[in-house]
Antibody
Framework: QLQLQESGPRLVNPSETLSLTCTVSGGSISNNNYYWGWIRQPPGKGLEWIGNIYYSGSTYYNPSLESRVTMSVDTSKNQFSLKLTSVTAADTAVYYC??????????????????WGKGTTVTVSS | DIQMTQSPSSLSASVGDRVTITCRASQSINTYLNWYQQKPGKAPNLLIYGASTLQSGVPSRFSGSGSGTDFTLTINSLQPADFSTYYCQQSVSSPYTFGQGTKLEIK
């Protein structure tokens, strides 16, 4: 059974870089059927899609965060990572990693996140 | 970006009721619409993708419909485990935006 686990510092100073890693177990990150993504949720608020990455390294970022986001993948460790620079209190959130799957129906490609990590709370504060 | 608007933002219902949650997109998204359920302190759980396809393992009392800009999630015969927050998400174009959520509470 595929499992995802986020890891990284829980407290980050303002203006510094938030770094998180998602470790994939029970399956290969190099499976060409999937993308791997990050989603965040500020306290008491809704979900925000940050972006996703393919095992080859190709990425899609949310334009609202694109100038500060970098995602990478390490297939040898079955991990993918998120870096968010110049953080402020507004970046305080629960950060989730997730698998993005694809289903083809009548020649249409549908994308959805079907396996999620448990999430990790990151607080930006001095 | 495509804006997703859910209604209502909150809803009270009783066990055994039938409820409907609506999601509207700011432009046509065909059937590129997913629904998730989230319980407090937990990660979201995929319920429906492609507007109407039930994810494996999801009870059949959940159903989704719609295309274009207007979509609905229906839950028949509410069970205690269904009292959660529900989110829609479009997947037609990046960024894959979510609705603001609908909190379903016990009456």
């Amino acid at each position: 059974q595929l499992q995802l686990q986020e890891s990284g510092p829980r407290l980050v100073n303002p203006s510094e870089t938030l770094s998180l890693t998602c470790t994939v177990s029970g399956g290969s990150i190099s499976n060409n059927n999937y993308y791997w993504g990050w989603i965040r949720q500020p306290p008491g608020k809704g979900l925000e899609w940050i972006g996703n990455i393919y095992y080859s390294g190709s990425t899609y970022y949310n334009p609202s965060l694109e100038s500060r986001v970098t995602m990478s993948v390490d297939t040898s460790k079955n991990q993918f990572s998120l870096k968010l620079t110049s953080v402020t209190a507004a970046d305080t959130a629960v950060y989730y990693c997730a698998r993005q799957s694809t289903m083809i129906r009548e020649d249409i490609y549908y994308y959805y996140m079907d396996v999620w990590g448990k999430g990790t709370t990151v607080t930006v504060s001095s | 970006d495509i804006q997703m608007t859910q209604s209502p933002s909150s809803l009270s219902a009783s066990v055994g009721d039938r409820v409907t949650i609506t999601c509207r997109a700011s432009q046509s998204i065909n059937t590129y619409l997913n629904w998730y359920q989230q319980k407090p302190g937990k990660a979201p759980n995929l319920l429906i993708y492609g507007a109407s396809t039930l994810q494996s393992g999801v009870p059949s009392r959940f159903s989704g419909s719609g295309s274009g800009t207007d979509f609905t999630l229906t839950i028949n015969s509410l069970q205690p485990a269904d009292f959660s927050t529900y989110y829609c998400q479009q997947s037609v174009s990046s960024p894959y935006t979510f609705g603001q959520g609908t909190k379903l509470e016990i009456k």
